[in-house]
């Protein structure tokens, strides 16, 4: 298995390009999750899906948009960066519905919007 | 809503010495605690989890203890090695909720 997987590992943007983030899980999980992580700030949710062909905004979804494209995959996408989404972007995905399973994260993608 | 508050770092201890990282939560309900860890460059991995109140988790030699009547999840280890430097977040989720509140993370690093 090879957990949960996000592509690409780095990125580089100019403040207006578009960009979309894939994460991919593989352990049939229900639920799968997007959040950044900035300095000082812990994880932050932006959005989630608590199943296929749904979606829900997190804390911070202002500038994002999500894809639930099936149980597989959950892609974020920016439609049109600004230096304030220079971050770190997590995707984790989790059985779900009780409140005491693990969440399985990615690896991260390092985004720097100039 | 729920929150959770631990210990601001960066932590420094020499290798073989003791570790807590303090970490305390408000939250409505019957809360799930787990402590995550991040190594340099990678994801978050959970630690260790608690489910109920006076459950104790334990992982690679770490252990933290629910403790509802003083809201609070201390993470501690007997003797650090610098393998587990690494920041370490706690977290919450509610009953019948998965969604996570982390905590700002606690770096912490171990010197030979």
């Known amino acids: 298995n090879a957990g949960v997987t996000q592509t690409p590992k780095f990125q580089v943007l100019k403040t207006g390009q578009s960009m979309t983030l894939q994460c991919a899980q593989d352990?049939?999980?229900?639920?799968m999750y997007w959040y950044r992580q900035d300095p000082g700030m812990g994880l932050r949710l932006i959005y989630y899906s608590a199943s296929e062909g749904t979606t829900d905004k997190g804390e911070v979804p202002n500038g994002y948009n999500v894809s639930r494209l099936n149980k597989r995959e959950f892609s974020l996408r920016l439609e049109s960066a600004a230096p304030s989404q220079t971050s770190v972007y997590f995707c984790?995905?989790?059985?779900?519905?009780?409140?005491?399973?693990?969440?399985?994260f990615g690896p991260g993608t390092r985004l720097t919007v100039l | 809503g729920d929150s959770v508050t631990q210990m601001e770092g960066p932590v420094t201890l020499s290798e073989e010495a003791f570790l807590t990282i303090n970490c305390t939560y408000t939250?409505?309900?019957?809360?799930?605690l787990f402590w995550y860890v991040q190594y340099p460059g990678e994801g978050l991995q959970l630690l260790l989890k608690a489910t109920k109140a006076d459950d104790k988790g334990s992982n690679k030699g770490f252990e933290a203890t629910y403790r509802k009547e003083t809201t609070s999840f201390h993470l501690e280890k007997g003797s650090v090695q610098v393998s587990d430097s690494a920041v370490y977040f706690c977290?919450?989720?509610?009953?019948?909720?998965?969604?996570?509140?982390f905590g700002t993370g606690t770096r912490l690093t171990i010197i030979p």
């Open positions: 939250a409505t309900g019957y809360p799930s």
């Open positions: 984790a995905s989790i059985t779900g519905g009780r409140g005491t399973d693990t969440q399985y």
């Open positions: 352990m049939n999980h229900n639920s």
């Open positions: 977290a919450l989720a509610n009953f019948g909720n998965e969604k996570l509140t």
